[in-house]
């Protein structure tokens, strides 16, 4: 699904063009190209055929969370930056392997994670930046959707009969391969929130899952973090009653960030914030900023990195984006140890 939103972005871009489309398998490949018009001479089966003729600047990455790693070395190894469709990695191991090969390989390394382009949550950041609600001491996080097996790219609809019959083939209801609402979702909000928060981390994390009966991977999950200044959690969901780009489902989808001085509600695809501080008390309502260019996405951002020569700064980096990854490696092995309490410390 997230290789077809990314196709029409590269295409709509002024300063990108799409050279080639890489999938080993035709039926995931060939009928999404068909309906976004992707000449049959830009597909490919063989990686390294694609490489060879086409010479790629940039790879978007859309697989499985497992195959991140082999591909970040593939491109690594050429000498082709890459952004990775988030999450960053299926574990910290991974994302070590990941973070030394785009160094040693001398490429930059971007993860795109779609909630920090949504004008709420970057105004959201641009607030807490400027002092409005003083030291951030709490965020919590609810999000999800209906379940990845209920659209595809450009979240068209799938009927549930077509979902039901797709979930054993998926990879998402795969653990092996990263899938579960935790690994979907979570890195969202603890990336999202450490890029709020400057960088702090929580001291421990703990967490509990919800697996429906015969599924190797959750649905839902509740994260606790403790961090000095308080406790913060975060919830998934694959099950909300409606997905949050049609109709905010409830509880609604997105963050709200206590401070020192004040609070933050931010919505997905929201057009305004909801703030109170020492000098309003009462919530009043801030109009999303406009945001520049480069703020347009992933793809947007890694360019206008590249193009001007400054880093990769924020979610999408690969420093807040790993800081982010810690947190999920705790609470799945929380959620593995039936909720026990996983020292940050103890992940890294």
């Not at 209801?173 to 709020?196: H, I, M, P, V």
Request: proline share 5%; charged share 20%.
């Amino acid at each position: 699904m997230h290789a077809g939103d990314q196709i029409s972005v590269i295409n709509a871009l002024p300063n990108t063009g799409l050279i080639g489309v890489f999938d080993g398998e035709s039926r995931r490949m060939d009928p999404v190209c068909d309906e976004l018009g992707i000449a049959g001479s830009l597909r490919f089966h063989d990686l390294d055929e694609l490489v060879a003729k086409t010479a790629p600047q940039i790879a978007v990455v859309c697989s499985s969370t497992a195959d991140h790693v082999g591909h970040v070395q593939y491109f690594a190894a050429r000498g082709i930056h890459v952004l990775l469709e988030k999450p960053l990695a299926p574990s910290l191991e991974d994302a070590k392997i990941m973070v030394a090969s785009a160094q040693s390989g001398g490429i930059v390394l971007g993860v795109n994670w779609p909630l920090a382009w949504y004008p709420s949550h970057r105004t959201a950041k641009r607030l807490i930046s400027d002092g409005s609600i003083g030291a951030v001491t709490e965020i919590h996080y609810y999000d999800g959707n209906r379940g990845p097996l209920f659209h595809t790219h450009g979240k068209q609809h799938v009927d549930a009969h077509t979902a039901r019959v797709q979930k054993d083939a998926t990879w998402w209801y795969k653990k092996e391969q990263g899938g579960g609402s935790l690994r979907d979702y979570l890195g969202y909000g603890s990336t999202l929130a450490t890029w709020f928060r400057d960088g702090d981390l929580p001291r421990d994390v703990t967490a509990r899952v919800h697996r429906a009966l015969g599924d190797e991977v959750d649905e839902q999950s509740v994260v606790i973090a403790s961090y000095d200044s308080g406790l913060s959690t975060f919830q998934t969901r694959w099950g909300t009653f409606t997905d949050p780009w049609t109709e905010q489902p409830q509880p609604r989808c997105g963050f709200v960030i206590v401070g020192t001085k004040g609070t933050i509600a931010s919505w997905d695809y929201a057009d305004a914030v909801h703030v109170q501080n020492d000098e309003h008390p009462s919530v009043f309502d801030v109009p999303v900023d406009v945001q520049a260019p480069e703020n347009a996405g992933g793809i947007a951002n890694l360019t206008y990195a590249l193009e001007s020569g400054s880093d990769v700064t924020g979610p999408t980096s690969w420093q807040i984006s790993f800081a982010g990854q810690r947190i999920v490696e705790a609470a799945a092995r929380s959620a593995d140890d039936n909720g026990s309490i996983v020292r940050l410390s103890d992940v890294a």
